[in-house]
């Protein structure tokens, strides 16, 4: 087992304590949006000699990953969001391997504003809920949507124009509605402008249901004219209490909204964004990636051994144990794992030795090690692959 520091992100939607309050770091009054840990080329993890845990597998895949020529497939990461992140969509396998070789081939700098394709890969993701967690995901249904329009077309266009893409139902409407808004001539600025001052005055409206109205006026404050904001309400807005999980797959449209949780995704930074951020955007392309068969987001298969809660979302690249320890605790994940301590102390051992985490602490546990145990008083979160 090898200990890990991790690599924390402070990007701008991040809050300022929840982290530092769940991990027992000292808060720095700069937001800390994510701590990392794994082997990603642009934030691996580092182990107790400086060394990026990257480096380490990449000298002995076999005994790391259980694969002669393999690599970390999963992140384990912890978020806390004080401030919506962008509206975003992951790509597939297929897409994410053309998209690199593309801007690899084209020269385009890794660390690049404009880089969208970071490595080769597909980037599914759950989102695990530590407090009340708030997120968008995937599409309402296409006659809920334009019931939320309608009152809106008399005074703005845009809103008119979803509506009238959306009157012969079903999916493919749905697909028209939100193509609309993402790349139609239809919603420049002035247009956006439009629409959120009339999803403003229906917020006001005597018996009117605020609750497509309200998550646009209130982002059009930070991002005033943005093409997300049409985007928003035909959103699904998703509520996760603690212990909740959701999963992501590539192809859904989603922001997360605010909240604290765990996620665990492919070993991908691989972001495609379609407003809502002022990072690089590409709305075309965005609306290519999408999954408009309208399945919707998944919850977890989520089954209990003991004081072991597993979840295991319908992918094959990852799954995450969430472990109350008292006492003595083994944990039948097989695999590269990646544990973090959450609360209290415990000790892990495994056939090749033992260390211990305190709350905040985090290992790597090779797959030739064999199974972990764990002594102690805590909670702890491990992730490993989704292999059955």
Not at 269 to 274: K, P
Not at 338 to 365: K, Y
Request: aromatic fraction near 6%.
């Amino acid at each position: 087992m090898l200990r890990l520091d991790h690599v924390v992100r402070d990007y701008a939607w991040g809050s300022v304590d929840a982290i530092p309050r769940l991990l027992g770091l000292e808060p720095t009054g700069q937001p800390v949006a994510e701590v990392w840990l794994g082997a990603h080329r642009t934030g691996s993890a580092v182990v107790d000699a400086g060394v990026p845990l990257r480096d380490v597998i990449a000298r002995n895949p076999l005994a790391c990953c259980g694969e002669p020529a393999g690599e970390l497939p999963f992140l384990l990461k912890v978020l806390g969001v004080a401030n919506p992140l962008s509206l975003q969509v992951h790509p597939g396998a297929d897409q994410s391997r053309g998209g690199y070789a593309r801007e690899e081939a084209a020269g385009i700098a890794l660390e690049a504003p404009n880089r969208t394709y970071k490595d080769p890969f597909a980037k599914p993701e759950m989102i695990y809920a530590l407090s009340s967690f708030e997120l968008l995901a995937g599409f309402r249904r296409s006659e809920e949507v334009r019931a939320s329009l309608e009152p809106l077309a008399a005074s703005s266009t845009l809103a008119a124009a979803m509506a009238q893409a959306l009157a012969p139902g079903g999916r493919d409407s749905l697909r028209q509605a939100v193509q609309t808004a993402l790349t139609g001539a239809e919603a420049n600025q002035s247009a956006v402008e439009e629409f959120t001052a009339a999803c403003r005055r229906q917020l006001g409206a005597p018996g009117a249901d605020p609750g497509p109205y309200a998550l646009p006026v209130a982002l059009a404050k930070r991002f005033p004219g943005d093409r997300g904001l049409a985007v928003v309400m035909t959103m699904a807005h998703v509520s996760l209490a603690p212990g909740e999980a959701m999963y992501v797959a590539p192809g859904t449209l989603h922001s997360y909204l605010r909240g604290l949780g765990i996620e665990v995704m492919g070993a991908s930074d691989n972001v495609l964004r379609a407003g809502l951020t002022g990072k690089y955007i590409d709305r075309e392309r965005v609306a290519t990636t999408i999954d408009w068969s309208g399945r919707p987001p998944a919850r977890p298969a989520v089954s209990r051994v003991g004081s072991i809660r597993l979840l295991r979302p319908p992918t094959d690249v990852f799954q995450l144990a969430d472990i109350r320890v008292s006492g003595v605790v083994e944990v039948a994940l097989e695999g590269p794992r990646l544990a973090l301590a959450l609360e209290g102390e415990v000790t892990a051992f495994t056939d090749l030795g033992s260390l211990h985490l305190a709350r905040g602490g985090a290992l790597f546990a090779m797959s030739s090690e064999g199974p972990v145990t764990l002594r102690g008083k805590g909670r702890v979160v491990m992730a490993a692959s989704g292999r059955r």
